[in-house]
Every structure is written in structure tokens, then in C-alpha cells.
């Protein structure tokens, strides 16, 4: 595919449509606009902001997902050195296009595509949440992410959001006391949590411990005598928000009980949603298999997320077979250097279009 191919330039369009969450509007007529033009039935926007398309027949039904929204920060839309860059050229506007494109000429009577381009996944999920109330649930979910084509993920671990603050004595800064500033307290006590959330050699199946935001101190000639820090805790999905809880409540119970003449701590969980591991359905991870190899010529790699996406509340509501998978390097999601090389872009939208001649083919024969 040329630097100047009708698809590029779909993908530079589609880009200049700055979309942080909250403001995915203009990209979402795009989007829906895209739709009309590549044959896409039953059109639609809800009042979410989801733009939704079907394409093909069937009693089975398989959706293709992804979000048009991007974190903030705005990156020069330009296409340099066979790359494309841009917000969203990784997470996800380029799984979500090559997902449009590949769909384009699918005329399955074997199964029924639902397409959907949900907001806020960089946020609340809105999207998504409203998306699992109206829709009748797939038999079969693709998550449209940037995972690499040659892998896709079966598994995402949960996200936990809790606010903690740290109190101490306080005094002066003239006598720099270490035991009275809550701001190194609350240091002290993030690496005990993380120390003791450290379980083993797989990272997967380690509890992550993120400070997400600090607040504290007065500027002046004070101590800080609070503290408080918003941490993001990601847990696997064999860990229940429950045990969780358990385990941090626990953790910083033996902590103020090590340390009682120093500090006290409170703490409230903001949000929580959980880990999620798909079923594993032979045809459909077979069809990817074959998609992978006639593309990349390489075999397909079945990978397990750090982190938490739309996949976790399609699994949580539904339980149907699913993966996400999707052209893009991770590593560069959300970077300042946002961006995919044409050639996996291409590779991205063949992979898809391959993937749903098989899948469907094989599904008829069932």
C-alpha cells in the first residue's frame, strides 16, 4: 500500500478529528459517514455517542469493537518515514479503521457483523456500558487494540482506583524530621504495598501499584503533617475486588501497626472493575491463527494484557468467546510519538479481512 493510498489517507482524515474523551463528535461523524460509504446497513448513532453498523447475515453474530476516543494532547498528524503519526495512530483509531476497511466487501450469510465505534474507553467506558445494555449479546467479541498482529490477547487484568492519606506530627522544616513528614510517610508506605503485592516471577499475576497523583505540604516553613495520593492498583483476574480490598486494607493495617507513633492512614476505593479471562472457542482462534500466518507469515502468539480496557466489561457482561487483537505497538499508545507504519496498517486490514472470510466460512460448516 502507497503512502498516498485511499486508506492512508482515510487514516490522516480520521486522525485530524482531535478526540480526547468527551469530544469524540466530529470523529464520530466521520466515522459514520465511512460507514454509509462502505455499505454498512442500519447505520446508526445512540445517544451515547456510539456509532453502530452492521454488515452480513446470520443466526450467529460476531462484534468488531473499538474506540475512537484518545487520551489528551495533541500530536502533528503527519505521514514521515512510511509512518503515520498522530493521536489515536496506536490506541485505536487504526484498529478501528483497518476493522471498517477489512469489513467493507463482507457479505457472510453465515454470520452477522456488528460493527461499533464506542467513546470514552480512555475514561468512564460510557461507551461500552451503554453499548452492553442495548445490544443483544455476540456470540463472539473482537476487541479492536493495538496488540501487534501477530498477537492477541485473552486475558486483561482488573483496575482499582483508592484514594489514601497519610497523617503525621508534623513540626518545623528548620529540623528536618523524615518519621514527621507525611509526604515521605506516604513514599514509604506505596513501596511496603508494593512490596508486599509482589507475589511472583510472572508480572501478570503480581497486583501493579501505580501513584496515579500526590497532593500535600504547605510551601512554607512547615512539615507536612498530611498527605494524600491516588493509586491505581491492576489486578489478575483470579483476584476478586473482594480479596482486593482484603489484601490492601490488611496490607496497610500491618503497616500503621509497624510504624503507630509515626502515622495513621485512611483510605476509600473510588472504582473498581475486574480481571477478565476469555473462553477459548477453537474456530475462532483458529481462524485468527490462519489470518496471522497468510499475512505476517509467523504464528500467532496468545498474550495476557497488564492493563484494563473494553475487553474486561464485554467478558464480565456477556462471557462469549473473545479476544482483542489489533495493528499498532502498544509500547506507543498514549507516547508522543504515537504512531503505526503503513505497512501494519496494511497488514492490520488484510488480517481482519482474512480472518472473516475463514471465520465464517467455517462457522457454515457447523
Known sequence: MSLNSEA?????????????????????????SLLISKGFENVRKDCIGNVIGEKGDGYRTLLFCSHVDTVPGIIDVKVE?????????????APLLAMILAASKYESRSLRLVFSSVVGEESDSRGIKHLLEKLSPPDYVIIGEPTGIRAAA???R?????????????GHSSSPMDDANAIIQLM????????????????????????????????DSRIPDSS?????????????????????TNTLGEYCENNKNILSVQHEFLDHLDGYVSVKDKIMLNSVREAVKMV????????RKLGTSDFNYTGVKWGTPQIAWGPGDPSLAHSVNESIS???FTQGIKAYEVFLKVFSSSLAMT
Open 81 to 93: 518515514s512510511e509512518r503515520v503519526f498522530g493521536r489515536g495512530a496506536v490506541d485505536a483509531k
Open 154 to 156: 485473552i486475558a486483561y
Open 228 to 248: 494524600e495520593a491516588f493509586l491505581n492498583l491492576r489486578y489478575p483476574p483470579e483476584v476478586s475486588f473482594g480479596k482486593l480490598s482484603e489484601l490492601f
Open 158 to 170: 482488573g483496575s482499582a482506583n483508592v484514594r489514601i492519606r497519610v497523617s503525621t506530627k508534623g
Open 188 to 219: 514509604k508506605l506505596v513501596e511496603y504495598v508494593k512490596s508486599k503485592f509482589t507475589f511472583s516471577k510472572d508480572v501478570f499475576s503480581n497486583i501493579g501499584v501505580s501513584i496515579t497523583m500526590v497532593k500535600g505540604g504547605y510551601g
Open 296 to 303: 505476517i507469515g509467523r504464528d500467532l502468539l496468545l498474550i
Open 8 to 32: 492512508v489517507q482515510q487514516l490522516v482524515k480520521l486522525l485530524s478529528k482531535y478526540s480526547p474523551s468527551g469530544e469524540e463528535d466530529e470523529a464520530q461523524e466521520e466515522v459514520f
Open 342 to 344: 503503513v505497512e501494519e
